[in-house]
């Protein structure tokens, strides 16, 4: 209902006026009465009334005079003048403090309703307009917010009361979907805050570059949200059914000047890149408890890390060693976590690192039938995966099977392993110091053991295992015996004429000969 004044010096004109019509069924309401200019000033200041019946003949204060005070000091309300004049030089006075009507008395009825009615559209029109300012206002607000959150207009560009930054905390929260299936529920973390907050909503939600972010406002929302999540991880195992379970939350730092939320945003958002690394049913990440500065790896490039982490694994498989593989994906995941490298081109190097071990084991296959999984089940697997430790344990298994196919079936000691490894790798540069710490062991103890369990020494044994397969080489092809040297490990032919005349009694061009073959 609009709100109505009449200012008459006459009570009969006011009653008349009051009854010539139905107000209500037009939309307004007759409040106020004033029989003087000056008593109607003082209630247009107090009251603010929508529409104004002004007489222009008053006591005290003409109507005229009193219309100008009123302008003068701000009132913007609709007017309407009554008169027993019909002189055009009143209506001119009139319309220069924006009249909407001029009726002289005794006022027409209809004529009035119709007034009325235009007064009431025009206030609808004010309305509609206001309310898409008000929309258009708060479109810009946010889009200022968004602007500076992300860093891309600075602190001095903007009022942080035009913003509503008039609190002294704040923290940056991004969340997203716990789970990669499509189907399953996510609960929105601002319906969360605004649920169990005591405090009303003193957060923004934000979009910005496709997450959803929340920027909390003040201490309250800030402990609030710490309490859900302390309350989450109280019960173990964690709660089942409650709405944190459905989502991922990352916490920035919590700062006490607006103009460092860019710098907690920042935070949130990398920690979301991390999200990768996260453990089994993890589902917070706060600022406080990851830093990539915390570890440093040496190991930068992608050549670097599959060359590395190929030849550990490697070896480690061969040598059985559960614990120092375990050991070497733990060191693979801090170096993947410190290097700066897109979640895309991880899953690619642990694509191609699979692919490398695969490929090193399979040189065993004519020994051994290992069951590997076909290439394009196993890049899926790994491309798909949402979190690295689900790489990290499909390649345990993976490298747990190819142990199994290739294992003895029941070692008596770590002898068996040791000498499995050398069969299979003693073309390489081994030695007992650089092999002896995949089996755990130092060399010098290592060395101990080897020779009470196999009747001689380490690199006796080595050598005795390069001539054999030197002599299947000299007779089974016409390679250089310079090839045949560096085929079975030796990088000095010289060296490998000596080793082998020691174990055979003949040179290998003699032996060769010996047995049928020529170069």
Same mark, same amino acid.
């Given at each position: 209902?609009?709100?109505?004044?009449?200012?008459?010096?006459?009570?009969?004109?006011?009653?008349?006026?009051?009854?010539?019509?139905?107000?209500?069924?037009?939309?307004?309401?007759?409040?106020?009465?004033?029989?003087?200019?000056?008593?109607?000033?003082?209630?247009?200041?107090?009251?603010?009334?929508?529409?104004?019946?002004?007489?222009?003949?008053?006591?005290?204060?003409?109507?005229?005079?009193?219309?100008?005070?009123?302008?003068?000091?701000?009132?913007?309300?609709?007017?309407?003048?009554?008169?027993?004049?019909?002189?055009?030089?009143?209506?001119?006075?009139?319309?220069?403090?924006?009249?909407?009507?001029?009726?002289?008395?005794?006022?027409?009825?209809?004529?009035?309703?119709?007034?009325?009615?235009?007064?009431?559209?025009?206030?609808?029109?004010?309305?509609?307009?206001?309310?898409?300012?008000?929309?258009?206002?708060?479109?810009?607000?946010?889009?200022?917010?968004?602007?500076?959150?992300?860093?891309?207009?600075?602190?001095?560009?903007?009022?942080?009361?035009?913003?509503?930054?008039?609190?002294?905390?704040?923290?940056?929260?991004?969340?997203?979907?716990?789970?990669?299936?499509?189907?399953?529920?996510?609960?929105?973390?601002?319906?969360?805050?605004?649920?169990?907050?005591?405090?009303?909503?003193?957060?923004?939600?934000?979009?910005?570059?496709?997450?959803?972010?929340?920027?909390?406002?003040?201490?309250?929302?800030?402990?609030?949200?710490?309490? !859900?999540?302390?309350?989450?991880?109280?019960?173990?195992?964690?709660?089942?059914?409650?709405?944190?379970? $459905?989502?991922?939350?990352?916490?920035?730092?919590?700062?006490?000047?607006?103009?460092?939320?860019?710098?907690?945003?920042?935070?949130?958002?990398?920690?979301?890149?991390?999200?990768?690394?996260?453990?089994?049913?993890?589902?917070?990440?706060?600022?406080?408890?990851?830093?990539?500065?915390?570890?440093?790896?040496?190991?930068?490039?992608?050549?670097?890390?599959?060359?590395?982490?190929?030849?550990?694994?490697?070896?480690?498989?061969?040598?059985?060693?559960?614990?120092?593989?375990?050991?070497?994906? !733990?060191?693979?995941?801090?170096?993947?976590?410190?290097?700066? #490298? $897109?979640?895309?081109?991880?899953?690619?190097?642990?694509?191609?690192?699979?692919?490398?071990?695969?490929?090193?084991?399979?040189?065993?296959?004519?020994?051994?039938?290992?069951? #590997?999984?076909?290439?394009?089940?196993?890049?899926?697997?790994?491309?798909?995966?949402?979190? !690295?430790?689900?790489?990290?344990?499909?390649?345990?298994?993976? #490298?747990?099977?190819?142990?199994?196919?290739?294992?003895?079936?029941?070692?008596?000691?770590?002898?068996?392993?040791?000498?499995?490894?050398?069969?299979?790798?003693?073309?390489?540069?081994?030695?007992?110091?650089?092999?002896?710490?995949?089996?755990?062991?130092?060399?010098?103890?290592?060395?101990?053991?080897?020779?009470?369990?196999?009747?001689?020494?380490?690199?006796?044994?080595?050598?005795?295992?390069?001539?054999?397969?030197?002599?299947?080489?000299?007779?089974?092809?016409?390679?250089?015996?310079?090839?045949?040297?560096?085929?079975?490990?030796?990088?000095?032919?010289?060296?490998?004429?000596?080793?082998?005349?020691?174990?055979?009694?003949?040179?290998?061009?003699?032996?060769?000969?010996?047995?049928?073959?020529?170069?």
């Amino acid at each position: 209902m609009y709100k109505v004044l009449i200012a008459d010096d006459e009570k009969i004109i006011r009653m008349g006026l009051r009854g010539i019509i139905d107000w209500e069924e037009l939309g307004y309401e007759v409040l106020w009465e004033a029989s003087n200019g000056a008593d109607a000033v003082k209630i247009i200041k107090e009251e603010n009334p929508d529409v104004v019946l002004f007489d222009i003949k008053m006591p005290k204060m003409q109507g005229l005079e009193a219309i100008k005070t009123i302008r003068e000091f701000g009132y913007k309300g609709k007017i309407i003048i009554l008169s027993g004049f019909s002189e055009f030089s009143y209506a001119q006075e009139a319309i220069k403090y924006n009249i909407s009507a001029y009726l002289t008395k005794p006022v027409d009825e209809e004529y009035l309703v119709e007034i009325l009615n235009t007064i009431k559209e025009e206030y609808e029109k004010e309305k509609d307009i206001e309310s898409s300012m008000d929309v258009y206002k708060e479109k810009a607000r946010r889009s200022i917010l968004t602007d500076f959150v992300l860093g891309s207009i600075s602190a001095d560009e903007i009022d942080a009361e035009d913003l509503d930054l008039k609190s002294g905390h704040y923290q940056v929260v991004i969340y997203e979907k716990y789970s990669s299936n499509d189907e399953d529920l996510a609960y929105d973390l601002s319906d969360v805050l605004r649920v169990t907050s005591n405090a009303g909503e003193v957060f923004e939600t934000l979009k910005l570059n496709n997450n959803n972010v929340v920027l909390l406002k003040g201490k309250r929302p800030i402990e609030n949200l710490n309490h !859900l999540m302390n309350k989450y991880y109280e019960e173990l195992p964690p709660e089942k059914n409650s709405p944190l379970d $459905t989502i991922f939350i990352t916490c920035g730092s919590v700062v006490k000047n607006y103009k460092e939320i860019p710098k907690s945003y920042k935070e949130a958002h990398n920690l979301m890149q991390h999200r990768f690394f996260c453990d089994k049913s993890q589902h917070f990440m706060l600022i406080d408890d990851y830093s990539v500065d915390d570890k440093v790896s040496l190991v930068t490039t992608r050549e670097d890390i599959l060359e590395k982490y190929t030849f550990y694994l490697s070896n480690q498989i061969q040598a059985f060693n559960r614990n120092k593989i375990a050991e070497s994906l !733990l060191d693979l995941k801090n170096t993947l976590y410190n290097a700066d #490298f $897109t979640v895309e081109e991880e899953k690619k190097i642990l694509v191609d690192l699979y692919l490398n071990i695969k490929e090193s084991m399979t040189k065993l296959s004519d020994a051994y039938s290992i069951p #590997f999984i076909a290439n394009s089940e196993a890049v899926n697997f790994i491309e798909k995966s949402y979190y !690295l430790y689900e790489i990290l344990q499909f390649l345990t298994e993976q #490298f747990d099977m190819i142990m199994t196919s290739i294992g003895y079936s029941s070692r008596d000691s770590i002898i068996d392993d040791v000498l499995f490894y050398i069969q299979h790798n003693y073309s390489k540069n081994i030695t007992l110091e650089n092999i002896a710490p995949l089996f755990g062991y130092n060399s010098s103890y290592l060395g101990k053991i080897f020779s009470r369990k196999v009747g001689v020494n380490f690199n006796t044994y080595l050598d005795k295992v390069r001539i054999e397969h030197s002599k299947e080489i000299l007779i089974n092809s016409k390679t250089q015996v310079y090839k045949v040297a560096e085929m079975v490990g030796y990088r000095n032919v010289d060296y490998f004429h000596i080793k082998f005349k020691k174990h055979t009694g003949k040179s290998p061009a003699e032996y060769r000969k010996t047995n049928g073959k020529q170069d």
